[in-house]
């Protein structure tokens, strides 16, 4: 029996590696890469010399099958993505639930995840919240969109700068102009921004904008939330 390691990764700011992570990943026999090239930077800069091998969604499920022919021959892997932690909309997933049912051992080194460090500094009710990761681009999306405006606890979206404006459009048709949002971008980074409010101004001031760069997440307020 071996040991499949899920490593969290700092989601910009490489200080944000823990000792424990760098302990763990120069303890294993390999490391699964969602990107070699950008695991590379990471690695160098912690001076950890293993050999790595691409784990990403276009070769999960063939890979899934590589590294439980590792852990059955007794090596100790670790998973690794490019920014957070492993599995949470990241390749992961597959793998932990393969280690568990062959009865490897499965541990989650903690560390950064930008939906639990925006929903922490958006200043919105976190006793409860719900984490919807991507909304589907096309099929479904608005029906999402709804229930968001329906949901009683704050909800987590990750979302790509370009469709920013469009779901904050289509979040204001239903939730109006009271509801309140945080917009955490680029967080941990050198332009890190925390922007929250009501929709009824924040969606204006964020449709001045030129452009809108970096990654983002959106914390969307529970219905009937108020201060
Ligand atoms: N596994 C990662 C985690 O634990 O958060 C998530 C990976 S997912 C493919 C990438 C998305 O996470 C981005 O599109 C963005 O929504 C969010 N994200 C990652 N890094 C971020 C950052 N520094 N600031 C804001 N959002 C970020």
């Excluded at 490391?31 to 050999?51: M, W």
């Excluded at 670790?78 to 490897?104: E, K, T, W, Y």
């Excluded at 990750?158 to 204001?172: C, D, G, T, V, W």
Aim: hydrophobic letters at 35%; charged letters at 20%; proline letters at 5%.
């Amino acid at each position: 029996m071996a040991t499949l390691y899920l490593v969290a990764t700092p989601i910009g700011n490489l200080d944000d590696f823990s000792t424990r992570a760098v302990k763990t990943l120069q303890s294993v026999d390999q490391i699964a890469c969602e990107d070699t090239r950008t695991s590379g930077v990471l690695l160098q800069h912690y001076q950890i010399k293993k050999p790595t091998f691409s784990f990403h969604q276009h070769n999960e499920h063939q890979k899934v099958v590589h590294i439980m022919n590792l852990l059955n021959g007794g090596l100790n892997i670790a998973i690794i993505s490019d920014a957070g932690m492993p599995g949470i909309s990241d390749p992961g997933f597959l793998a932990v639930r393969a280690a568990h049912q062959n009865g490897h051992t499965v541990t989650a080194i903690p560390g950064p995840d930008a939906a639990t460090t925006a929903v922490a500094a958006s200043g919105l009710p976190c006793d409860r919240y719900v984490y919807e990761g991507f909304l589907p681009p096309k099929k479904g999306r608005q029906t999402r969109i709804e229930a968001i405006s329906e949901s009683e606890v704050t909800t987590v979206v990750y979302e790509s700068p370009h469709k920013l404006i469009r779901f904050l459009e289509k979040l204001h048709e239903f939730a109006g102009d009271e509801r309140w949002v945080c917009v955490a971008r680029e967080l941990t980074k050198k332009f890190e921004e925390v922007d929250r409010g009501q929709l009824g101004s924040l969606l204006p001031r964020w449709k001045e904008k030129p452009s809108i760069k970096g990654e983002l997440v959106v914390v969307v307020s529970g219905k009937g939330y108020s201060e």
